[in-house]
């Protein structure tokens, strides 16, 4: 029932609607959703931010006349501290009162690691990459069904660097 709405014209139009709503910026930009999973159990849920480049996704959203939005995994309790320097681009969309569903419909790329949200967002067919900073260790500790690399449908980076390259030329690995 939660794919129900990605095969409703007027659900999508619905869900296109109010992420426009809550994130004006997106609007006539191309958008960025940056939405990773937690680390750690349900208690202790974190994400480690210093894995991210504020800077340089400013910089390249300004180039690309772009917004991205961060929605983190709910059972992240730590806000992130985006610079208000950079507020005009990189928006903290976390505790933004929509279903990451919805705002799916709105999202041009998607940037994620280890999160079941691929799945939804395939049915869409956009490009995604996959920010894998920390694959050994997480292969170490959860580990998956079958292996990351031959599954994810995108292209897995895993450093800030590489992910803005990425991002700058485009190369998503679509085909996947």
């Given amino acids: 029932p939660r794919m129900d709405r990605f095969f409703d014209e007027e659900a ?12 004006p910026a997106a609007r006539g930009r191309t958008t960025i959703l940056f939405a990773p999973t937690f ?6 849920a974190s994400y480690d931010t210093s894995q991210l ?21 709910p059972f992240v309790r730590e806000p992130l501290d985006i610079p208000a320097a950079y507020a005009d681009r ?3 969309g976390t ?3 929509i279903d990451v569903n919805d705002l799916l419909f709105v999202v041009d790329l998607l ?15 956009r490009p995604m990459l996959f920010f894998a900073y920390d694959l050994d260790e997480y292969v170490a500790e959860r580990d998956f069904y079958v292996p990351f690399e031959e599954f994810v449908p995108g292209r897995i980076v895993r450093t800030s660097a590489e992910l803005l390259d990425a991002i ?9």
């Fill in 12 to 23: 999508r139009a619905a869900g296109r609607a109010a992420a426009l709503e809550l994130f």
């Fill in 39 to 44: 680390r750690g159990d349900t208690r202790t």
């Fill in 53 to 73: 480049d504020y800077a340089g996704l400013h910089a390249l959203a300004v180039e690309k006349d772009a917004v991205v939005i961060f929605k983190m995994h």
């Fill in 90 to 92: 990189l928006v903290d």
């Fill in 95 to 97: 505790s933004a009162p």
């Fill in 111 to 125: 940037v994620t690691d280890y999160s079941s949200i691929v799945f939804e967002f395939s049915t869409l067919d």
């Fill in 168 to 176: 700058r030329r485009e190369d998503y690995e679509a085909e996947k």
